[in-house]
């Protein structure tokens, strides 16, 4: 446990849900953590208890929240959990965070298996589907131009983004053809308790987290994590995006709601101490601009000069292009924030130098 996790509150201590299995968190709620071939090697998802109204008066069964990447092994995990798990009732409905891989990655296969109803918000689902569909989308040639043009110019870095062009569609290889859509203020009705969308933004195009007052509980998806900062970047497709203002102003929504809230993060465990915990990832980014605004003031800085004052380890490939997305974010707020004046330099690099 770090030193800032020491001010958090885990209710449930180190206990984690086995493969195949859940553990129930509230009444109704239930955990599934799922492993990840990735460096963040796990997602947590959320089973609730829910009843939607048939033809022939209410159908008891479950909602699941986020879905894990397409994989086998992710399936026969889904598996043993519809064998086990269920008390031999159906999925009802599939409720997704936001479009990346390891939240939307199994919905096509999901809802299919249970012919349920995807619901998420439409600019997700919408971002999601291009991209299922592109040859580029997280890599390719505009990827590498975007990133050349922050100041990474490593041929063989370089290369290897460019040639990344299937990324997206491996993890994700189809989304349902419709969905219901999830928008900031809306309540949906899971298992006769209210659950109110907040929206979020800076890590997704229109992330939605879920709180229910009843049970104290906030499904917090990727914007409310407790032990890492949420990945706030910027990408070719919106290559102007003020993505960490966005990403700091959506987390205060979140002050609002009680200070005993019990947060479900999908990755890390359950906790306590929510207004704790946004005051840490304000400090966080605070100290990272103030970092960044110093280099800046030194000298004219790209973003490939800010990695090694923003991130003090080796970083390998796929770490860089994240990297650089967050420097890229921290810059923008700063220049949007009127503090740094941008120029793109007669070789194509875009540098950000104190006002
Ligand atoms: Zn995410």
Redesign the pocket.
Same mark, same amino acid.
């Given at each position: 446990m770090n030193l800032l996790e020491q001010q958090l509150h885990y209710p449930l201590g180190d206990v984690l849900p086995e493969p195949g299995t859940t553990l129930e968190v509230a009444p109704g709620v239930r955990w599934i953590r799922m492993s990840l071939p990735f460096a963040l090697n796990h997602i947590n998802l959320w089973l609730l208890r829910d009843e939607m109204d048939g033809p022939d008066g209410p159908v008891q069964g479950w909602t699941i929240v986020d879905c894990c990447i397409s994989r086998d092994e992710s399936k026969a995990q889904w598996e043993a959990i519809f064998a086990t798990q269920l008390q031999g009732l159906p999925i009802l409905r599939v409720i997704v965070t936001?479009m #990346?891989p390891d939240?939307i990655g199994l919905a096509h296969w999901l809802c299919e298996r249970w012919q349920a109803p995807l619901w998420i918000s439409a600019t997700d689902y919408n971002v999601a589907r291009l991209s299922t569909q592109s040859t580029t989308g997280f890599g390719g040639e505009s990827a590498a131009r975007f990133f050349a043009s922050h100041g990474l110019t490593d041929p063989d870095s370089i290369e290897k983004i460019r040639a990344r062009t299937n990324y997206y569609p491996s993890l994700v290889p189809d989304v349902p053809r419709s969905f219901h859509r999830l928008m900031d203020g809306y309540t949906v009705r899971i298992g006769g308790r209210d659950w109110t969308c907040i929206s979020g933004y800076g #890590?997704?195009p229109e992330h939605i987290a879920l709180h229910c007052a009843e049970l104290n509980i906030l499904i917090g998806g990727?914007m409310m994590l407790p032990r890492i900062s949420t990945n706030v970047s910027v990408y070719d497709v919106e290559p102007e995006s003020n993505a960490l203002t966005q990403f700091l102003d959506s987390i205060d929504k979140f002050s609002a709601l009680d200070a005993d809230t019990l947060t479900l993060p999908s990755h890390g465990k359950p906790f306590k101490g929510l207004h704790k915990r946004i005051e840490q990832l304000h400090d966080h980014h605070r100290d990272r601009l103030a970092e960044v605004m110093e280099a800046c003031q030194r000298k004219p800085c790209h973003a490939a000069d800010i990695l090694p004052i923003m991130f003090k380890r080796p970083l390998d490939l796929h770490q860089t292009t994240f990297a650089m997305g967050e420097a890229v974010a921290h810059l923008h707020a700063l220049w949007y924030g009127g503090q740094l004046r941008r120029t793109l330099d007669g070789d194509g690099i875009y540098r950000f130098s104190a006002v």
């Open positions: 936001h #990346h939240h #890590h997704a990727d």
